[in-house]
């Protein structure tokens, strides 16, 4: 069992920065693929990026161009750059984990593993 931990999280304004990472303990092989997903309140939760482990990366539509999702092997952990945020980034970031590759990378039924997630709030 893979534990993660996320950090980072915060307030910023509009157009601001923030950058997230989740720590994982505990991958036994290169083919965990890692996501972060968010949920704003009243809102299902939605997949915002994806990386496998040849570092071949997905990214919703509402953050391409935005957000940067990155590996740090050698530490075991993930990072998520945020940039040009806005009012509807505001929710709680998780980050998400399963080994082997999947279909539906932006999808939260795919993975296994979970953090307890961290909050990001844009005004």
């Known amino acids: 069992h893979v534990q993660l931990v996320e950090s980072g999280g915060g307030s910023v304004q509009a157009g601001g920065s923030l950058r997230l990472s989740c720590s994982a303990s505990?991958?036994?092989?290169?083919?965990?693929?890692m996501g972060w997903f968010r949920q704003a309140p009243g809102k299902e939760r939605e997949g915002v990026a994806a990386?496998?482990?040849?570092?071949?990366?997905t990214y919703a539509v509402s953050v391409k161009g935005r957000f940067t999702t990155s590996k740090d092997n050698a530490k075991d952990t993930l990072f998520l750059q945020m940039n040009n945020l806005n009012p509807d980034d505001t929710a709680i970031y998780y980050c998400?984990?399963?080994?082997?590759?999947?279909?539906?990378?932006?999808?939260?039924?795919?993975?296994?593993?979970w953090g307890q997630g961290t909050q990001v709030t844009v005004s």
């Open positions: 998400a984990g399963r080994y082997g590759d999947t279909s539906y990378p932006l999808g939260e039924f795919e993975y296994a593993d």
């Open positions: 505990g991958i036994t092989d290169s083919t965990y693929y």
């Open positions: 990386i496998d482990g040849a570092d071949i990366t």
